[in-house]
């Protein structure tokens, strides 16, 4: 039997109550606390594209972008257009925590530009790749490869768009591997404070594990992240064949169907948060999300199948991989793909902004780092099958008529 959450009465004419007003909370984030690093006539607001809308307008437009379309969300090795790509992830995050945050009188711009940047900087390949892509660029530089960490240098670094800090930061701090059930917005005063804590995080393989988004509209695309996978990644599996369907998971007091999930957990966030200067879960709803994470790790993301594919092919081919670019950076072969598909990229839209020292003369090992992030998985693929034809490492991908899959 399915069960969907309802608002309590009382709430829910308080809500309509305040909406008719116009109300917006006085915890919101407004569009006059915007902070830029670089204070630039074409960035001043207009009244029809304020500071948060212009950030979402410059995401949306990046160079990389495009990209989410072909980089795994969970499920690489496939050839399915029903699976999620990243760009859905993203498109779903932006859409919960906008329907959230209406109701809690929230920024809804800021909310939007946190949510569709918030994983610009993923690997190919999904978690698998940016642990692979860590080892490789840690064990050489002694700092850290996150994605979180990684979108905000797409961002800031590598094309410095003059993104607000709010908006950096909400990305930075969304990594939803260290849920909480009640967030405190951190306050954040500036750059200089942005700045530091990054390059903290950047030399420290935990730094992350305690950051906060200084505003509510990032706590809750952080929350959001969590809530637009977890069932969404079973609804996967199931047309993966990795599993039969979702009634093989445990019956939580949420449910077990993306739907009641979503519907129960907006719910209760929207009870407890409503009004006040934090977001929270009760304890019974923040314990079924840690269950629900625990069980898809269990039946879905450990997966010997899945884990055998990363280990004996992923791995070894990044790992030449990143040898081959790091020659090239260091070599300075501008014939390479290094220089022709990534570097000029960079540079063609850097030539709108200023602000950062040449970016063909960063460090190789950065230069390598970045240019696989930026990667899809079909480039990847076909870059490796390019650089190594006769290698022995060989992506094999089901397609829509193999019926292999179910064995």
Not at 77 to 89: E, G, I, K, P, Q
Not at 288 to 306: G, T, V
């Amino acid at each position: 039997m399915l069960h969907f959450e309802q608002l309590p009465k009382e709430l829910e004419e308080e809500i309509l109550y305040n909406q008719q007003k116009g109300w917006c909370s006085p915890y919101a984030c407004q569009n006059t606390d915007v902070i830029r690093r670089y204070q630039r006539e074409s960035d001043q607001p207009k009244i029809f594209r304020q500071p948060f809308s212009k950030d979402a307008d410059k995401i949306l437009n990046s160079a990389f972008f495009n990209r989410y379309a072909d980089k795994t969300q969970v499920f690489s090795f496939y050839r399915n257009d029903d699976l999620s790509r990243r760009a859905l992830h993203v498109q779903l995050v932006s859409r919960i925590a906008r329907s959230i945050g209406a109701v809690l009188g929230l920024n809804a711009d800021l909310i939007e530009s946190i949510a569709i940047g918030h994983d610009m900087g993923h690997t190919p390949f999904g978690h698998a790749g940016e642990h692979a892509l860590h080892a490789l660029y840690h064990a050489r530089t002694g700092r850290c490869f996150r994605h979180n960490l990684h979108s905000v240098r797409v961002l800031d670094t590598i094309i410095p768009y003059n993104i607000s800090l709010q908006t950096l930061d909400g990305i930075v701090c969304h990594n939803g591997e260290f849920p909480r059930a009640q967030y405190y917005p951190k306050p954040l005063r500036d750059f200089a404070a942005f700045d530091e804590r990054m390059e903290q995080c950047i030399h420290d393989p935990q730094g992350d594990a305690v950051l906060i988004p200084s505003t509510l509209e990032g706590c809750l695309v952080r929350i959001c992240d969590i809530l637009a996978y977890l069932g969404k990644d079973r609804q996967d599996a199931v047309r993966a064949n990795l599993i039969p369907d979702e009634s093989v998971f445990a019956e939580t007091p949420v449910g077990k169907t993306n739907a009641e999930m979503l519907n129960n957990f907006q719910v209760n966030l929207i009870t407890h948060s409503y009004g006040k200067d934090y977001l929270m879960l009760d304890d019974t709803h923040f314990q079924a999300m840690m269950s629900l994470k625990e069980e898809n790790y269990q039946r879905i993301y450990m997966q010997k199948r899945i884990q055998k594919q990363i280990q004996e092919q992923i791995v070894p081919m990044m790992q030449k991989m990143y040898e081959q670019i790091y020659q090239d950076a260091a070599s300075r072969n501008e014939h390479s793909c290094l220089y022709r598909h990534h570097i000029e990229v960079v540079k063609e839209k850097q030539k709108w902004y200023t602000g950062n020292p040449p970016y063909e003369e960063s460090s190789p090992d950065d230069l390598t780092m970045d240019f696989i992030a930026a990667m899809t998985d079909d480039y990847f693929v076909d870059y490796y099958n390019y650089l190594f034809p006769k290698s022995n490492c060989h992506i094999s991908y089901i397609g829509y008529f193999d019926h292999n899959h179910n064995s």
